[in-house]
C-alpha cells in the first residue's frame, strides 16, 4: 500500500490517533499523515550491524578521538539500553563516557521516564564536573530534546537519531496501534493514565510543555535521519533550529549506522574542539559548575 492510501475504516479510532508523544494540551490536533511505513525493510538492520563492525570507523579508523566527555544514551520506544549497547562501546572506545539511560523497556509515562533522566543527567554532572551529551534515538531523541529544554545549564549538546523532533505524530500506522496498546495496558494498571492521559494527545503533564517549547539557542542540535527510515516520516527530523545531517539506511538500523557513527563523532569532538582551545572553561562548564 502506498503512502498515499488512507487507512481502513476499520481501524479504531483510539489507534489511528495514538501518537508517542502527545501534543500540548488546549491546542488543535495537529494534521496527520496515514501511512504504512515499510517495515518490511527495518530488517535491513541486520546487514547495517555487521557492516559496522566490519568498517574501520568501528575501530575508530578515520574519526576525531573523544575528549573523555560523558554522553548520555536514550534507547527508542519499545526498545532499552541494550539496543545502544554498541554505540555505547564504540564512544567509550574512541575516547568518550558512556553513560546509559537506566530504561530497561522504553514504555513508561513520558513524564515520569523525563524526570528519571534527569536525575540521571545530575549525578553525571556530579560526577565528571562537565555537561553531558544527549544522544536519544527515536523516542530518545524526543526526550533529549524535552531534557535540554529542562535543564540546558547540564547539556553540551543534543544528538538525535530518526526522532521526530517538531511532528511527533508522523509515525506508521502499525507504530500507533503498539503505541495504542502500550497505551491501553497503562489504563488498566494505572488511574495514572487516565487522570493525565498519557501517550495521547491530551497528557497535561510537565514534559509536553518541555517538549514543546523552543529549543534553547545554547545548545547545539544536530538531527541524523534517513530517507529510507520505515518507522519515522523522515520530513519530520528536518526542523530549522537543528543541523539535520542525513544517511543511508532503516530507522532501527540508525543505532548500527556506520555513517551514523561517523557524523556522531565529528559532532561530538565539534563540541570538544571549543574546550580544548580555551583555557578558561566554556559557558555550558561553568553552568555545570554553578549546578553543582
Not at 523532533?165 to 497505551?183: H, Q, R, Y
Not at 509536553?208 to 529549543?215: M, N, T, W
Not at 561530538?268 to 562548564?285: K, V
Request: proline residues 7%; glycine residues 10%; neutral net charge.
Amino acid at each position: 500500500m502506498s503512502k498515499g492510501d488512507s487507512i481502513p475504516l476499520s481501524m479504531p479510532s483510539d489507534v489511528e490517533h495514538a501518537a508517542l508523544i502527545p501534543t500540548p494540551p488546549g491546542e488543535d490536533r495537529q494534521a496527520e499523515r496515514r501511512w504504512w511505513g515499510r517495515h518490511l525493510h527495518e530488517v535491513r538492520w541486520q546487514a547495517e550491524v555487521t557492516r559496522l563492525l566490519i568498517d574501520p570507523v568501528y575501530r575508530g579508523v578515520g574519526v576525531p578521538p573523544g575528549d573523555g566527555s560523558p554522553a548520555l544514551l536514550i534507547p527508542g520506544f519499545m526498545a532499552g539500553d541494550e539496543s545502544l549497547r554498541l554505540l555505547a562501546g564504540w564512544l567509550d572506545r574512541i575516547g568518550y563516557d558512556a553513560r546509559r539511560s537506566g530504561i530497561r523497556l522504553n514504555v513508561d509515562c513520558s513524564n515520569r521516564a523525563l524526570n528519571r533522566l534527569e536525575a540521571r543527567l545530575e549525578q553525571t554532572a556530579e560526577d565528571t564536573g562537565r555537561p553531558t551529551a544527549l544522544i536519544g534515538h527515536s523516542r530518545g531523541g524526543h526526550f533529549a530534546k524535552a531534557l535540554a529544554h529542562r535543564r540546558p545549564e547540564l547539556v553540551s549538546q543534543v544528538i538525535s537519531l530518526g526522532a521526530g523532533l517538531d511532528t511527533p505524530f508522523d509515525i506508521s500506522v502499525p507504530t500507533k496501534a503498539a503505541v495504542a496498546a502500550v497505551g491501553a495496558v497503562h489504563r488498566r494498571t494505572t488511574d495514572r493514565a487516565t487522570r493525565n492521559g498519557c501517550l495521547t494527545d491530551t497528557c497535561g503533564c510537565r514534559f509536553v510543555l518541555d517538549y514543546s517549547a523552543p529549543f534553547p539557542d545554547s545548545v547545539p542540535l544536530t538531527s541524523i535521519y534517513s530517507r529510507g527510515d520505515g518507522v519515522v516520516w523522515w520530513e519530520a527530523c528536518l526542523v530549522p533550529y537543528a543541523r539535520c545531517v542525513e544517511v543511508t539506511g532503516s530507522h532501527v538500523g540508525l543505532a548500527f549506522n556506520r555513517k551514523a557513527y561517523r557524523v556522531i563523532a565529528e559532532t561530538l569532538a565539534g563540541a570538544g574542539a571549543a574546550i580544548d582551545e580555551d583555557e578558561e572553561p566554556t559557558a555550558p562548564e561553568r553552568r555545570v559548575a554553578a549546578a553543582r
